[in-house]
């Protein structure tokens, strides 16, 4: 058996989200510094073993004020909780290009597990002689379950922002190493 390492191509890859604002419409919102480690047996992705970090001191929403807010003890806490991680536990393979992906998220020191949709794009040779795999990957999470809690009364009595938060990401991977396993 041979087990394959893949890691990310930050230059073509993202990590975002998307949180309801006034119950109008959607703020987005990225990570900038994340990390993507996949493990496979061959090229089978049904068989990953997948591991993700970002740093939360890199969150951006294209508004410094709310970065900033978004960094603070309101919500991420991100001088006590510097990463959130994610560790998968299995994979279900719904046909040749989509899965879902359960794992473990951790976010200010809480360990809630998500399932993700995982869209895969396929496998092709780069110019320079790698191989690269691409996903698309969205889910969806309760930011109150990790103690995200931070809300405003609106004057109609509803609430700033959504519980609700919509992740997705693009990202595309390097293949790295193959070892052949006695």
Avoid: C
Avoid at 138 to 144: A, D, M, Q, V, W
Avoid at 147 to 173: M, P, R, W, Y
């Amino acid at each position: 058996m041979t087990t394959t390492k893949w890691v990310l191509d930050p230059t073509h890859s993202e990590l975002g989200f998307k949180i309801k604002h006034l119950m109008i419409s959607n703020i987005s919102g990225s990570f900038q510094q994340f990390e993507v480690e996949v493990e496979t047996e061959g090229d089978d992705f049904s068989t990953a073993q997948i591991r993700a970090t970002a740093e939360i001191a890199s969150i951006h929403t294209n508004n410094e004020q709310r970065d900033h807010h978004l960094r603070n003890s309101d919500f991420f806490e991100a001088e006590t909780y510097p990463q959130l991680s994610f560790q998968s536990t299995s994979i279900e393979k719904l046909d040749e290009d989509n899965f879902l992906v359960y794992g473990d998220l951790t976010m200010k020191g809480v360990r809630k597990p998500v399932k993700l949709q995982v869209e895969y794009s396929g496998i092709t040779k780069d110019p320079w002689g790698g191989v690269r795999a691409g996903y698309t990957i969205t889910g969806k999470l309760n930011r109150s379950d990790w103690g995200i809690n931070f809300n405003g009364v609106l004057e109609t009595g509803g609430l700033a922002l959504s519980e609700e938060v919509k992740l997705f990401s693009e990202i595309q991977l390097v293949k790295q190493v193959e070892a052949v396993l006695a």
